[in-house]
């Protein structure tokens, strides 16, 4: 069993509602659980009715369950500041004005959510997850989740060629120190190489764990562009070597009784047998089996409706 869990896709399909049912049903199965939210929407909150940040936090009512929210835009700032303090203490005050105004600039770059989040996830993993036994995260939308769970094959290759530059730098810099006779500094020595392959380290240790201890669930609703969404996140997740063990279709319509028949229980079969398509060509045209089927609730999530959704799935946890 895969001690990372994820559960992803397109905005508003009710990530949320699955990933929290699974986390209760995870802590009533007997594993000391963590409930991650790297949704910017964060409404892990508002289902338990309990305020969370960004270190782990026990859900009141629930034994064996905690909960924490990665704030994406603090995240962001740390990730740059602790760049700022780095870069400051290996290159010379002259050029410090300029790296502050370079990494004001990386604040709005195309990335720089994903590199800050990312770094979050590693740590996560590697550090916070220590005390549990089951981690289960509540990703972001679809999009940003799969640029996200792409980068470790990405970023390992970047930094390769970046210590290959900064070699390459280093080699014409002591060339041209006319009168020494052996380098000041060299690929063995230089703290920057020390750090870009210290990350590379942490970057190799994330694909890893993604590919050998993770596992992920995606959740649609049964209508045409969730259900296209999801098929490319599956393709995309599967060419990257990840897991997807399974599908939830939430949010179906119920059936209205047979015996009415006026304007609204029209318009409700005829929904429900769209649906059913959708539902058919999920369950015979992709390459994962569906281990949910949740109907729509009408009123607000409550530790009942959490507990029905659990019931619902399909979804391996230890025994009781």
Same mark, same amino acid.
């Given at each position: 069993m895969a001690r990372f869990t994820f559960f992803g896709g397109k905005g508003g399909v009710g990530k949320t509602t699955v990933s929290a049912a699974f986390g209760v049903r995870s802590a009533n199965a007997g594993d000391e659980t963590l409930l991650v939210s790297t949704d910017p929407a964060h409404s892990t909150s508002d289902v338990f009715g309990q305020s969370f940040g960004d270190t782990p936090t026990q859900v009141t009512g629930y034994d064996g369950l905690s909960a924490m929210e990665i704030d994406p835009d603090a995240e962001v700032e740390a990730h740059l500041q602790g760049i700022r303090e780095q870069m400051a203490e290996q290159v010379s005050q002259v050029v410090v004005n300029e790296i502050d105004r370079q990494i004001e600039m990386a604040h709005n770059t195309p990335g720089a959510y994903e590199a800050a989040l990312f770094d979050r996830l590693i740590h996560v993993m590697r550090e916070e997850s220590e005390p549990f036994d089951r981690v289960v995260f509540d990703t972001a939308p679809t999009g940003g989740t799969l640029r996200l769970l792409s980068l470790p094959e990405f970023l390992g290759d970047w930094v390769d060629r970046l210590v290959e530059k900064r070699q390459q730098s280093l080699d014409r810099y002591e060339m041209a120190a006319i009168g020494d006779t052996e380098p000041r500094v060299d690929a063995t020595t230089d703290p920057i190489i020390a750090r870009l392959r210290e990350r590379k380290e942490r970057f190799a240790f994330a694909g890893r764990t993604l590919r050998e201890d993770a596992v992920f669930y995606l959740v649609c609703n049964p209508d045409e562009l969730s259900v296209a969404e999801t098929r490319r996140a599956v393709e995309h997740l599967e060419a990257h070597e990840l897991a997807v063990a399974g599908l939830v279709v939430n949010k179906l319509t119920p059936e209205p009784d047979p015996e009415e028949d006026g304007t609204g229980a029209r318009y409700l079969r005829e929904r429900c047998a769209r649906e059913r398509?959708?539902?058919?060509?999920?369950?015979?045209?992709?390459?994962? /089996?569906? #281990?949910?089927?949740?109907? =729509?609730?009408?009123?607000?999530?409550? /530790?009942? #409706?959490?507990?029905?959704? =659990?019931?619902?799935?399909?979804?391996?946890?230890p025994s009781p």
């Open positions: 398509e959708r539902v058919e060509e999920v369950e015979t045209t992709f390459s994962v /089996p569906v #281990v949910a089927r949740i109907a =729509a609730r009408s009123g607000e999530i409550t /530790p009942d #409706v959490l507990d029905a959704v =659990a019931a619902e799935l399909a979804v391996r946890t």
